[in-house]
């Protein structure tokens, strides 16, 4: 998810932050919520779509 670090670059710096002091739970918590951010890419616009 690189590029994702683009959109929210503070969620990636907590979620490293987290798995150094080895914070699990933490970690597991902000990588949920870059997961469902990452869900835009999903986003399924007519005028984005490639005629088929």
Not at 7 to 18: I, M, N, S
Not at 25 to 44: P, S, W
């Amino acid at each position: 998810m690189p590029g994702l670090a683009n959109v929210d670059p503070h969620g990636h710096v907590r979620l490293y932050e987290a798995a150094r002091r080895g914070d699990w739970a933490a970690a597991r918590a902000e990588q949920e919520q870059l997961y469902r951010l990452f869900e835009i890419v999903q986003v399924d616009l007519p005028r984005t779509r490639r005629p088929a």
